[in-house]
């Protein structure tokens, strides 16, 4: 499942038959500590008190979550503007998109992570912006906010699944139309 860092099994099967256009990629600095301190494992110990530290955190997502909420209204406003077009419109909604994804679980907030796998995985997928397409970004953009407002921590239970299957299914009546 998303918020176990792993890919959601639902949102695999509903994109298995579309082809990747590109890829939403996470770049990795070189970690100059580790070229230091030199390679190996963590004690366990170590890795148990992160892990605790992680799953205990108190930290306000919610103000970072708005924030990149906000630059995904931005790349949406200027793909829609024509400020930005073609590939350029796709990539600047892509990275809040993955930061989303990302970062949601961590903070207790699994269901944005499940959104923004969704919206990742469309988003990699579309040859190129189109008013459907921008219209299914626009609804993700709407469930993330309505999750935040309401602070649904947690998947969200029935009404997470729901809202996480009317995005799916979206995706899909996008992907039958085109097809035709």
């Known amino acids: 499942m998303a918020s176990e860092g792993k890919a959601d099994p639902a949102v695999e099967q509903a994109f298995q038959d579309q082809k990747k256009v590109r890829s939403a990629e996470l770049l990795v600095p070189p970690n100059r500590l580790k070229m230091k301190v030199g390679s190996g494992g963590l004690d366990d110990t170590v890795l148990n008190k992160a892990q605790e530290l992680l799953e205990n955190n108190t930290i306000d997502f919610k103000p970072m979550a708005l924030m990149l909420v906000d630059v995904l209204h931005e790349a949406i406003a200027d793909a829609k503007s024509g400020s930005a077009k073609g590939e350029e419109a796709i990539q600047a909604m892509l990275y809040p998109a993955m930061q989303l994804k990302a970062q949601g679980a961590m903070f207790h907030y699994p269901l944005v992570s499940q ?66």
């Open 115 to 180: 959104i923004g796998e969704i919206l990742v995985n469309f988003l990699e997928t579309v040859p190129n912006v189109d008013k459907d397409v921008m219209d299914i970004v626009v609804h993700h953009k709407f469930a993330i906010n309505a999750v935040l407002g309401s602070q649904i921590k947690g998947d969200g239970g029935k009404l997470g699944r729901e809202l996480r299957d009317a995005l799916l299914d979206a995706c899909s009546r996008y992907y039958k139309r085109q097809k035709n």
